[in-house]
């Protein structure tokens, strides 16, 4: 069992940024690969970003690379997502998810956080 706890969203202007953070629970945080997810209204999760449970693997939707940056630290038990040159459309509730599978986790988690809102005025 995993427990998720997002921190780090807000309201951000266009071009600016956010760091979001992702701690987790239990003594197995190392094993598993870890994604982050949003939402916006009335549309489908969709995935953002995920790493490797070593951190030497990562992968990008689209829309956010060269601008979103995942990154872990298995000291802390904590996983982040660097938001650069946040657009309107980044704008959704991000959730954290961890999968011991680094394939699976880009498509959905077997654990999840509650979400944190992300809201980037234009």
């Known amino acids: 069992q995993v427990q998720l706890v997002e921190s780090g969203g807000g309201l951000v202007q266009t071009g600016g940024s956010l760091r979001l953070s992702c701690a987790a629970s239990g003594r197995t945080f190392s094993t598993y690969a870890m994604g982050w997810f949003r939402q916006a209204p009335g549309q489908e999760r969709e995935f953002v970003a995920a790493?490797?449970?070593?951190?030497?693997?990562?992968y990008y939707a689209d829309s956010v690379k060269a601008r979103f940056t995942i990154s872990r630290d298995n000291a802390k038990n904590t996983v982040y997502l660097q938001m650069n040159s946040l657009k309107p459309e980044d704008t959704a509730v991000y959730y954290c998810?961890?999968?011991?599978?680094?394939?699976?986790?880009?498509?959905?988690?077997?654990?999840w956080g509650q979400g944190t809102q992300v809201t980037v005025s234009s």
């Open positions: 998810a961890a999968h011991p599978d680094i394939v699976t986790i880009r498509s959905w988690g077997a654990y």
């Open positions: 790493i490797s449970f070593s951190g030497r693997s990562t």
